[in-house]
């Protein structure tokens, strides 16, 4: 069973037909990068965002746990202590005798004095168990780089727009979003690309210049103006350099091997998306 042609393939059949340029091609396998690099962007983006419900909702937890601990302790109550034993009552002098007026010390004694009435025990208290310290904002900003995939897994959790990450927080996306606006609002008849579309695209996305560094036989890094989505050309004193020779990462061009000093001074150019 013959398979289904791809989107792809019939533009690039549509561009046969118009007999298109080399940079029609070129436009064209680009937009299907971006795209797919777009689309990637965008499931990193609702990863992001479960991960953070759930950090969202371990927080919320250690705070309804500290908040129990504090209610906990206002109900703790201090036992009231017992209450001291009743001293001895002194004992009862004897009688006089009738008919004369007992003398003191003599006749009749006082009765002795009662022993001290025994000190009560002092009360005692309860204490609950201490709550642990909260988090301070210092210690919070050391921990959250540690939990970076589960914040941007968790940002995908959020349901209401105004909660969800802005598209200026994602570098170079809306840049990207932008060149993929472009070259869309230019393609004309169901899929095919005009003219007009390819050179008004063209000055948007496709840069030249000369990439910043030494050329002294030690250096291998060159910065470029703009991030570099891909490489047309590289090419210094009239001779091109393999896209094995090098790598890229954001706007900086590494060489596998130091370009001579002896070439310092020469046409270099780079012409790249």
Excluded: C, W
């Amino acid at each position: 069973m013959p398979r289904n042609i791809t989107n792809k393939e019939k533009d690039l059949m549509k561009i046969a037909q118009k007999r298109g340029s080399d940079a029609d091609l070129v436009l064209l396998d680009r937009f299907y990068e971006l795209q797919k690099l777009l689309e990637e962007k965008e499931m990193e983006i609702s990863r992001f965002y479960e991960k953070l419900e759930e950090v969202k909702k371990m927080m919320m937890y250690e705070v309804a746990v500290s908040r129990n601990q504090m209610l906990a302790l206002k109900e703790v109550e201090v036992l009231k202590g017992d209450r001291g034993e009743t001293g001895e009552r002194g004992e009862k002098g004897e009688r006089g005798e009738d008919g004369f007026t007992p003398i003191k010390g003599k006749d009749y004694f006082d009765g002795r004095d009662g022993k001290d009435g025994k000190d009560g025990q002092d009360g005692q208290s309860i204490v609950g168990v201490s709550g642990k310290d909260g988090v301070t904002a210092e210690e919070l900003k050391k921990v959250l780089p540690s939990f970076g995939q589960e914040m941007r897994d968790g940002l995908e959790l959020l349901q209401k727009e105004e909660d969800k990450l802005k598209i200026e927080a994602i570098g170079f996306l809306r840049k990207e979003l932008d060149e993929l606006r472009v070259l869309r609002t230019q393609r004309m008849g169901g899929g095919g690309t005009s003219a007009i579309g390819v050179a008004a695209a063209i000055p948007r996305i496709l840069h030249k210049e000369t990439p910043t560094g030494d050329i002294d036989g030690a250096n291998t890094d060159y910065t470029t103006e703009h991030h570099i989505n891909a490489v047309i050309s590289l090419a210094i004193n009239g001779q091109v350099i393999t896209d094995d020779e090098f790598t890229v990462s954001g706007n900086t061009i590494t060489m596998n091997d130091a370009l001579p000093a002896a070439l310092s001074g020469t046409s270099f150019r780079v012409v790249y998306i």
